[in-house]
């Protein structure tokens, strides 16, 4: 089986079931605060890395043998698809104020991008390929980056209640 096959749960999560829930939503998660300096090549970065990893899964085939392997991907990569779809409904529905900490939210500030991780190192694993898990790890560290803007940005958007929020939950999981 083509590797590419493997990106199709994630899209019809991150694209089809985000906007069956809430189509202002999709543009949400889109929305990247302005970057500047360092931040701005952590963004081409991440996007760049994603592009790679979403190209490359087509260059790539799941492997079946060894039969453990193939298990430990698919447990790893099952999990990063369930964690996204939780994600993907309370990012769909967040409180009133505007700030995602319903959910899966109260106990990480970033489930999709930790999802994201966890998914692609699951399909890393599937075609073990250690390329792939390269740039896998290049797109994380990346995504730190974009947190950390985007973290500044809801601060100076959301001010006090943020921080309390920031100071409750763990930004990863």
């Known amino acids: 089986m083509n590797g590419a096959v493997l990106l199709i749960p994630l899209i019809l999560i991150r694209f089809g079931l985000l906007a069956i829930l809430d189509r202002g939503a999709i543009k949400?998660?889109?929305?990247?605060?302005?970057?500047?300096?360092?931040?701005?090549?952590?963004?081409?970065?991440?996007?760049?890395?994603n592009a790679a990893i979403f190209i490359?899964?087509?260059?790539?085939?799941?492997?079946t043998e060894p039969l453990w392997s193939m298990y430990a991907g698919l447990c790893v990569y099952t999990s990063g698809v369930a964690l996204c779809t939780v994600a993907v409904f309370d990012f769909?529905?967040?409180?009133?104020?505007g700030i995602n900490n319903r959910?899966?939210?109260?106990?990480?500030?970033?489930?999709?991008?930790?999802?994201?991780f966890i998914f692609f190192s699951g399909c890393a694993l599937l075609t073990r390929s250690?390329?792939?898990?390269?740039?896998v790890l290049i797109f994380q560290i990346s995504t730190h980056w974009i947190i950390m803007a985007e973290e500044r940005w809801c601060i100076e958007t959301f001010g006090d209640e943020y921080r309390?929020?920031?100071n409750r939950v763990r930004r990863y999981l």
């Open 28 to 49: 949400r998660a889109a929305h990247f605060p302005l970057f500047s300096g360092r931040k701005k090549v952590a963004y081409w970065i991440y996007q760049l890395s």
């Open 56 to 63: 490359y899964l087509f260059f790539l085939r799941v492997e």
């Open 92 to 97: 769909a529905k967040p409180s009133g104020n």
């Open 103 to 116: 959910g899966i939210y109260r106990i990480s500030r970033n489930p999709m991008y930790a999802a994201y």
């Open 130 to 135: 250690l390329v792939l898990f390269g740039i």
């Open 164 to 166: 309390q929020y920031m």
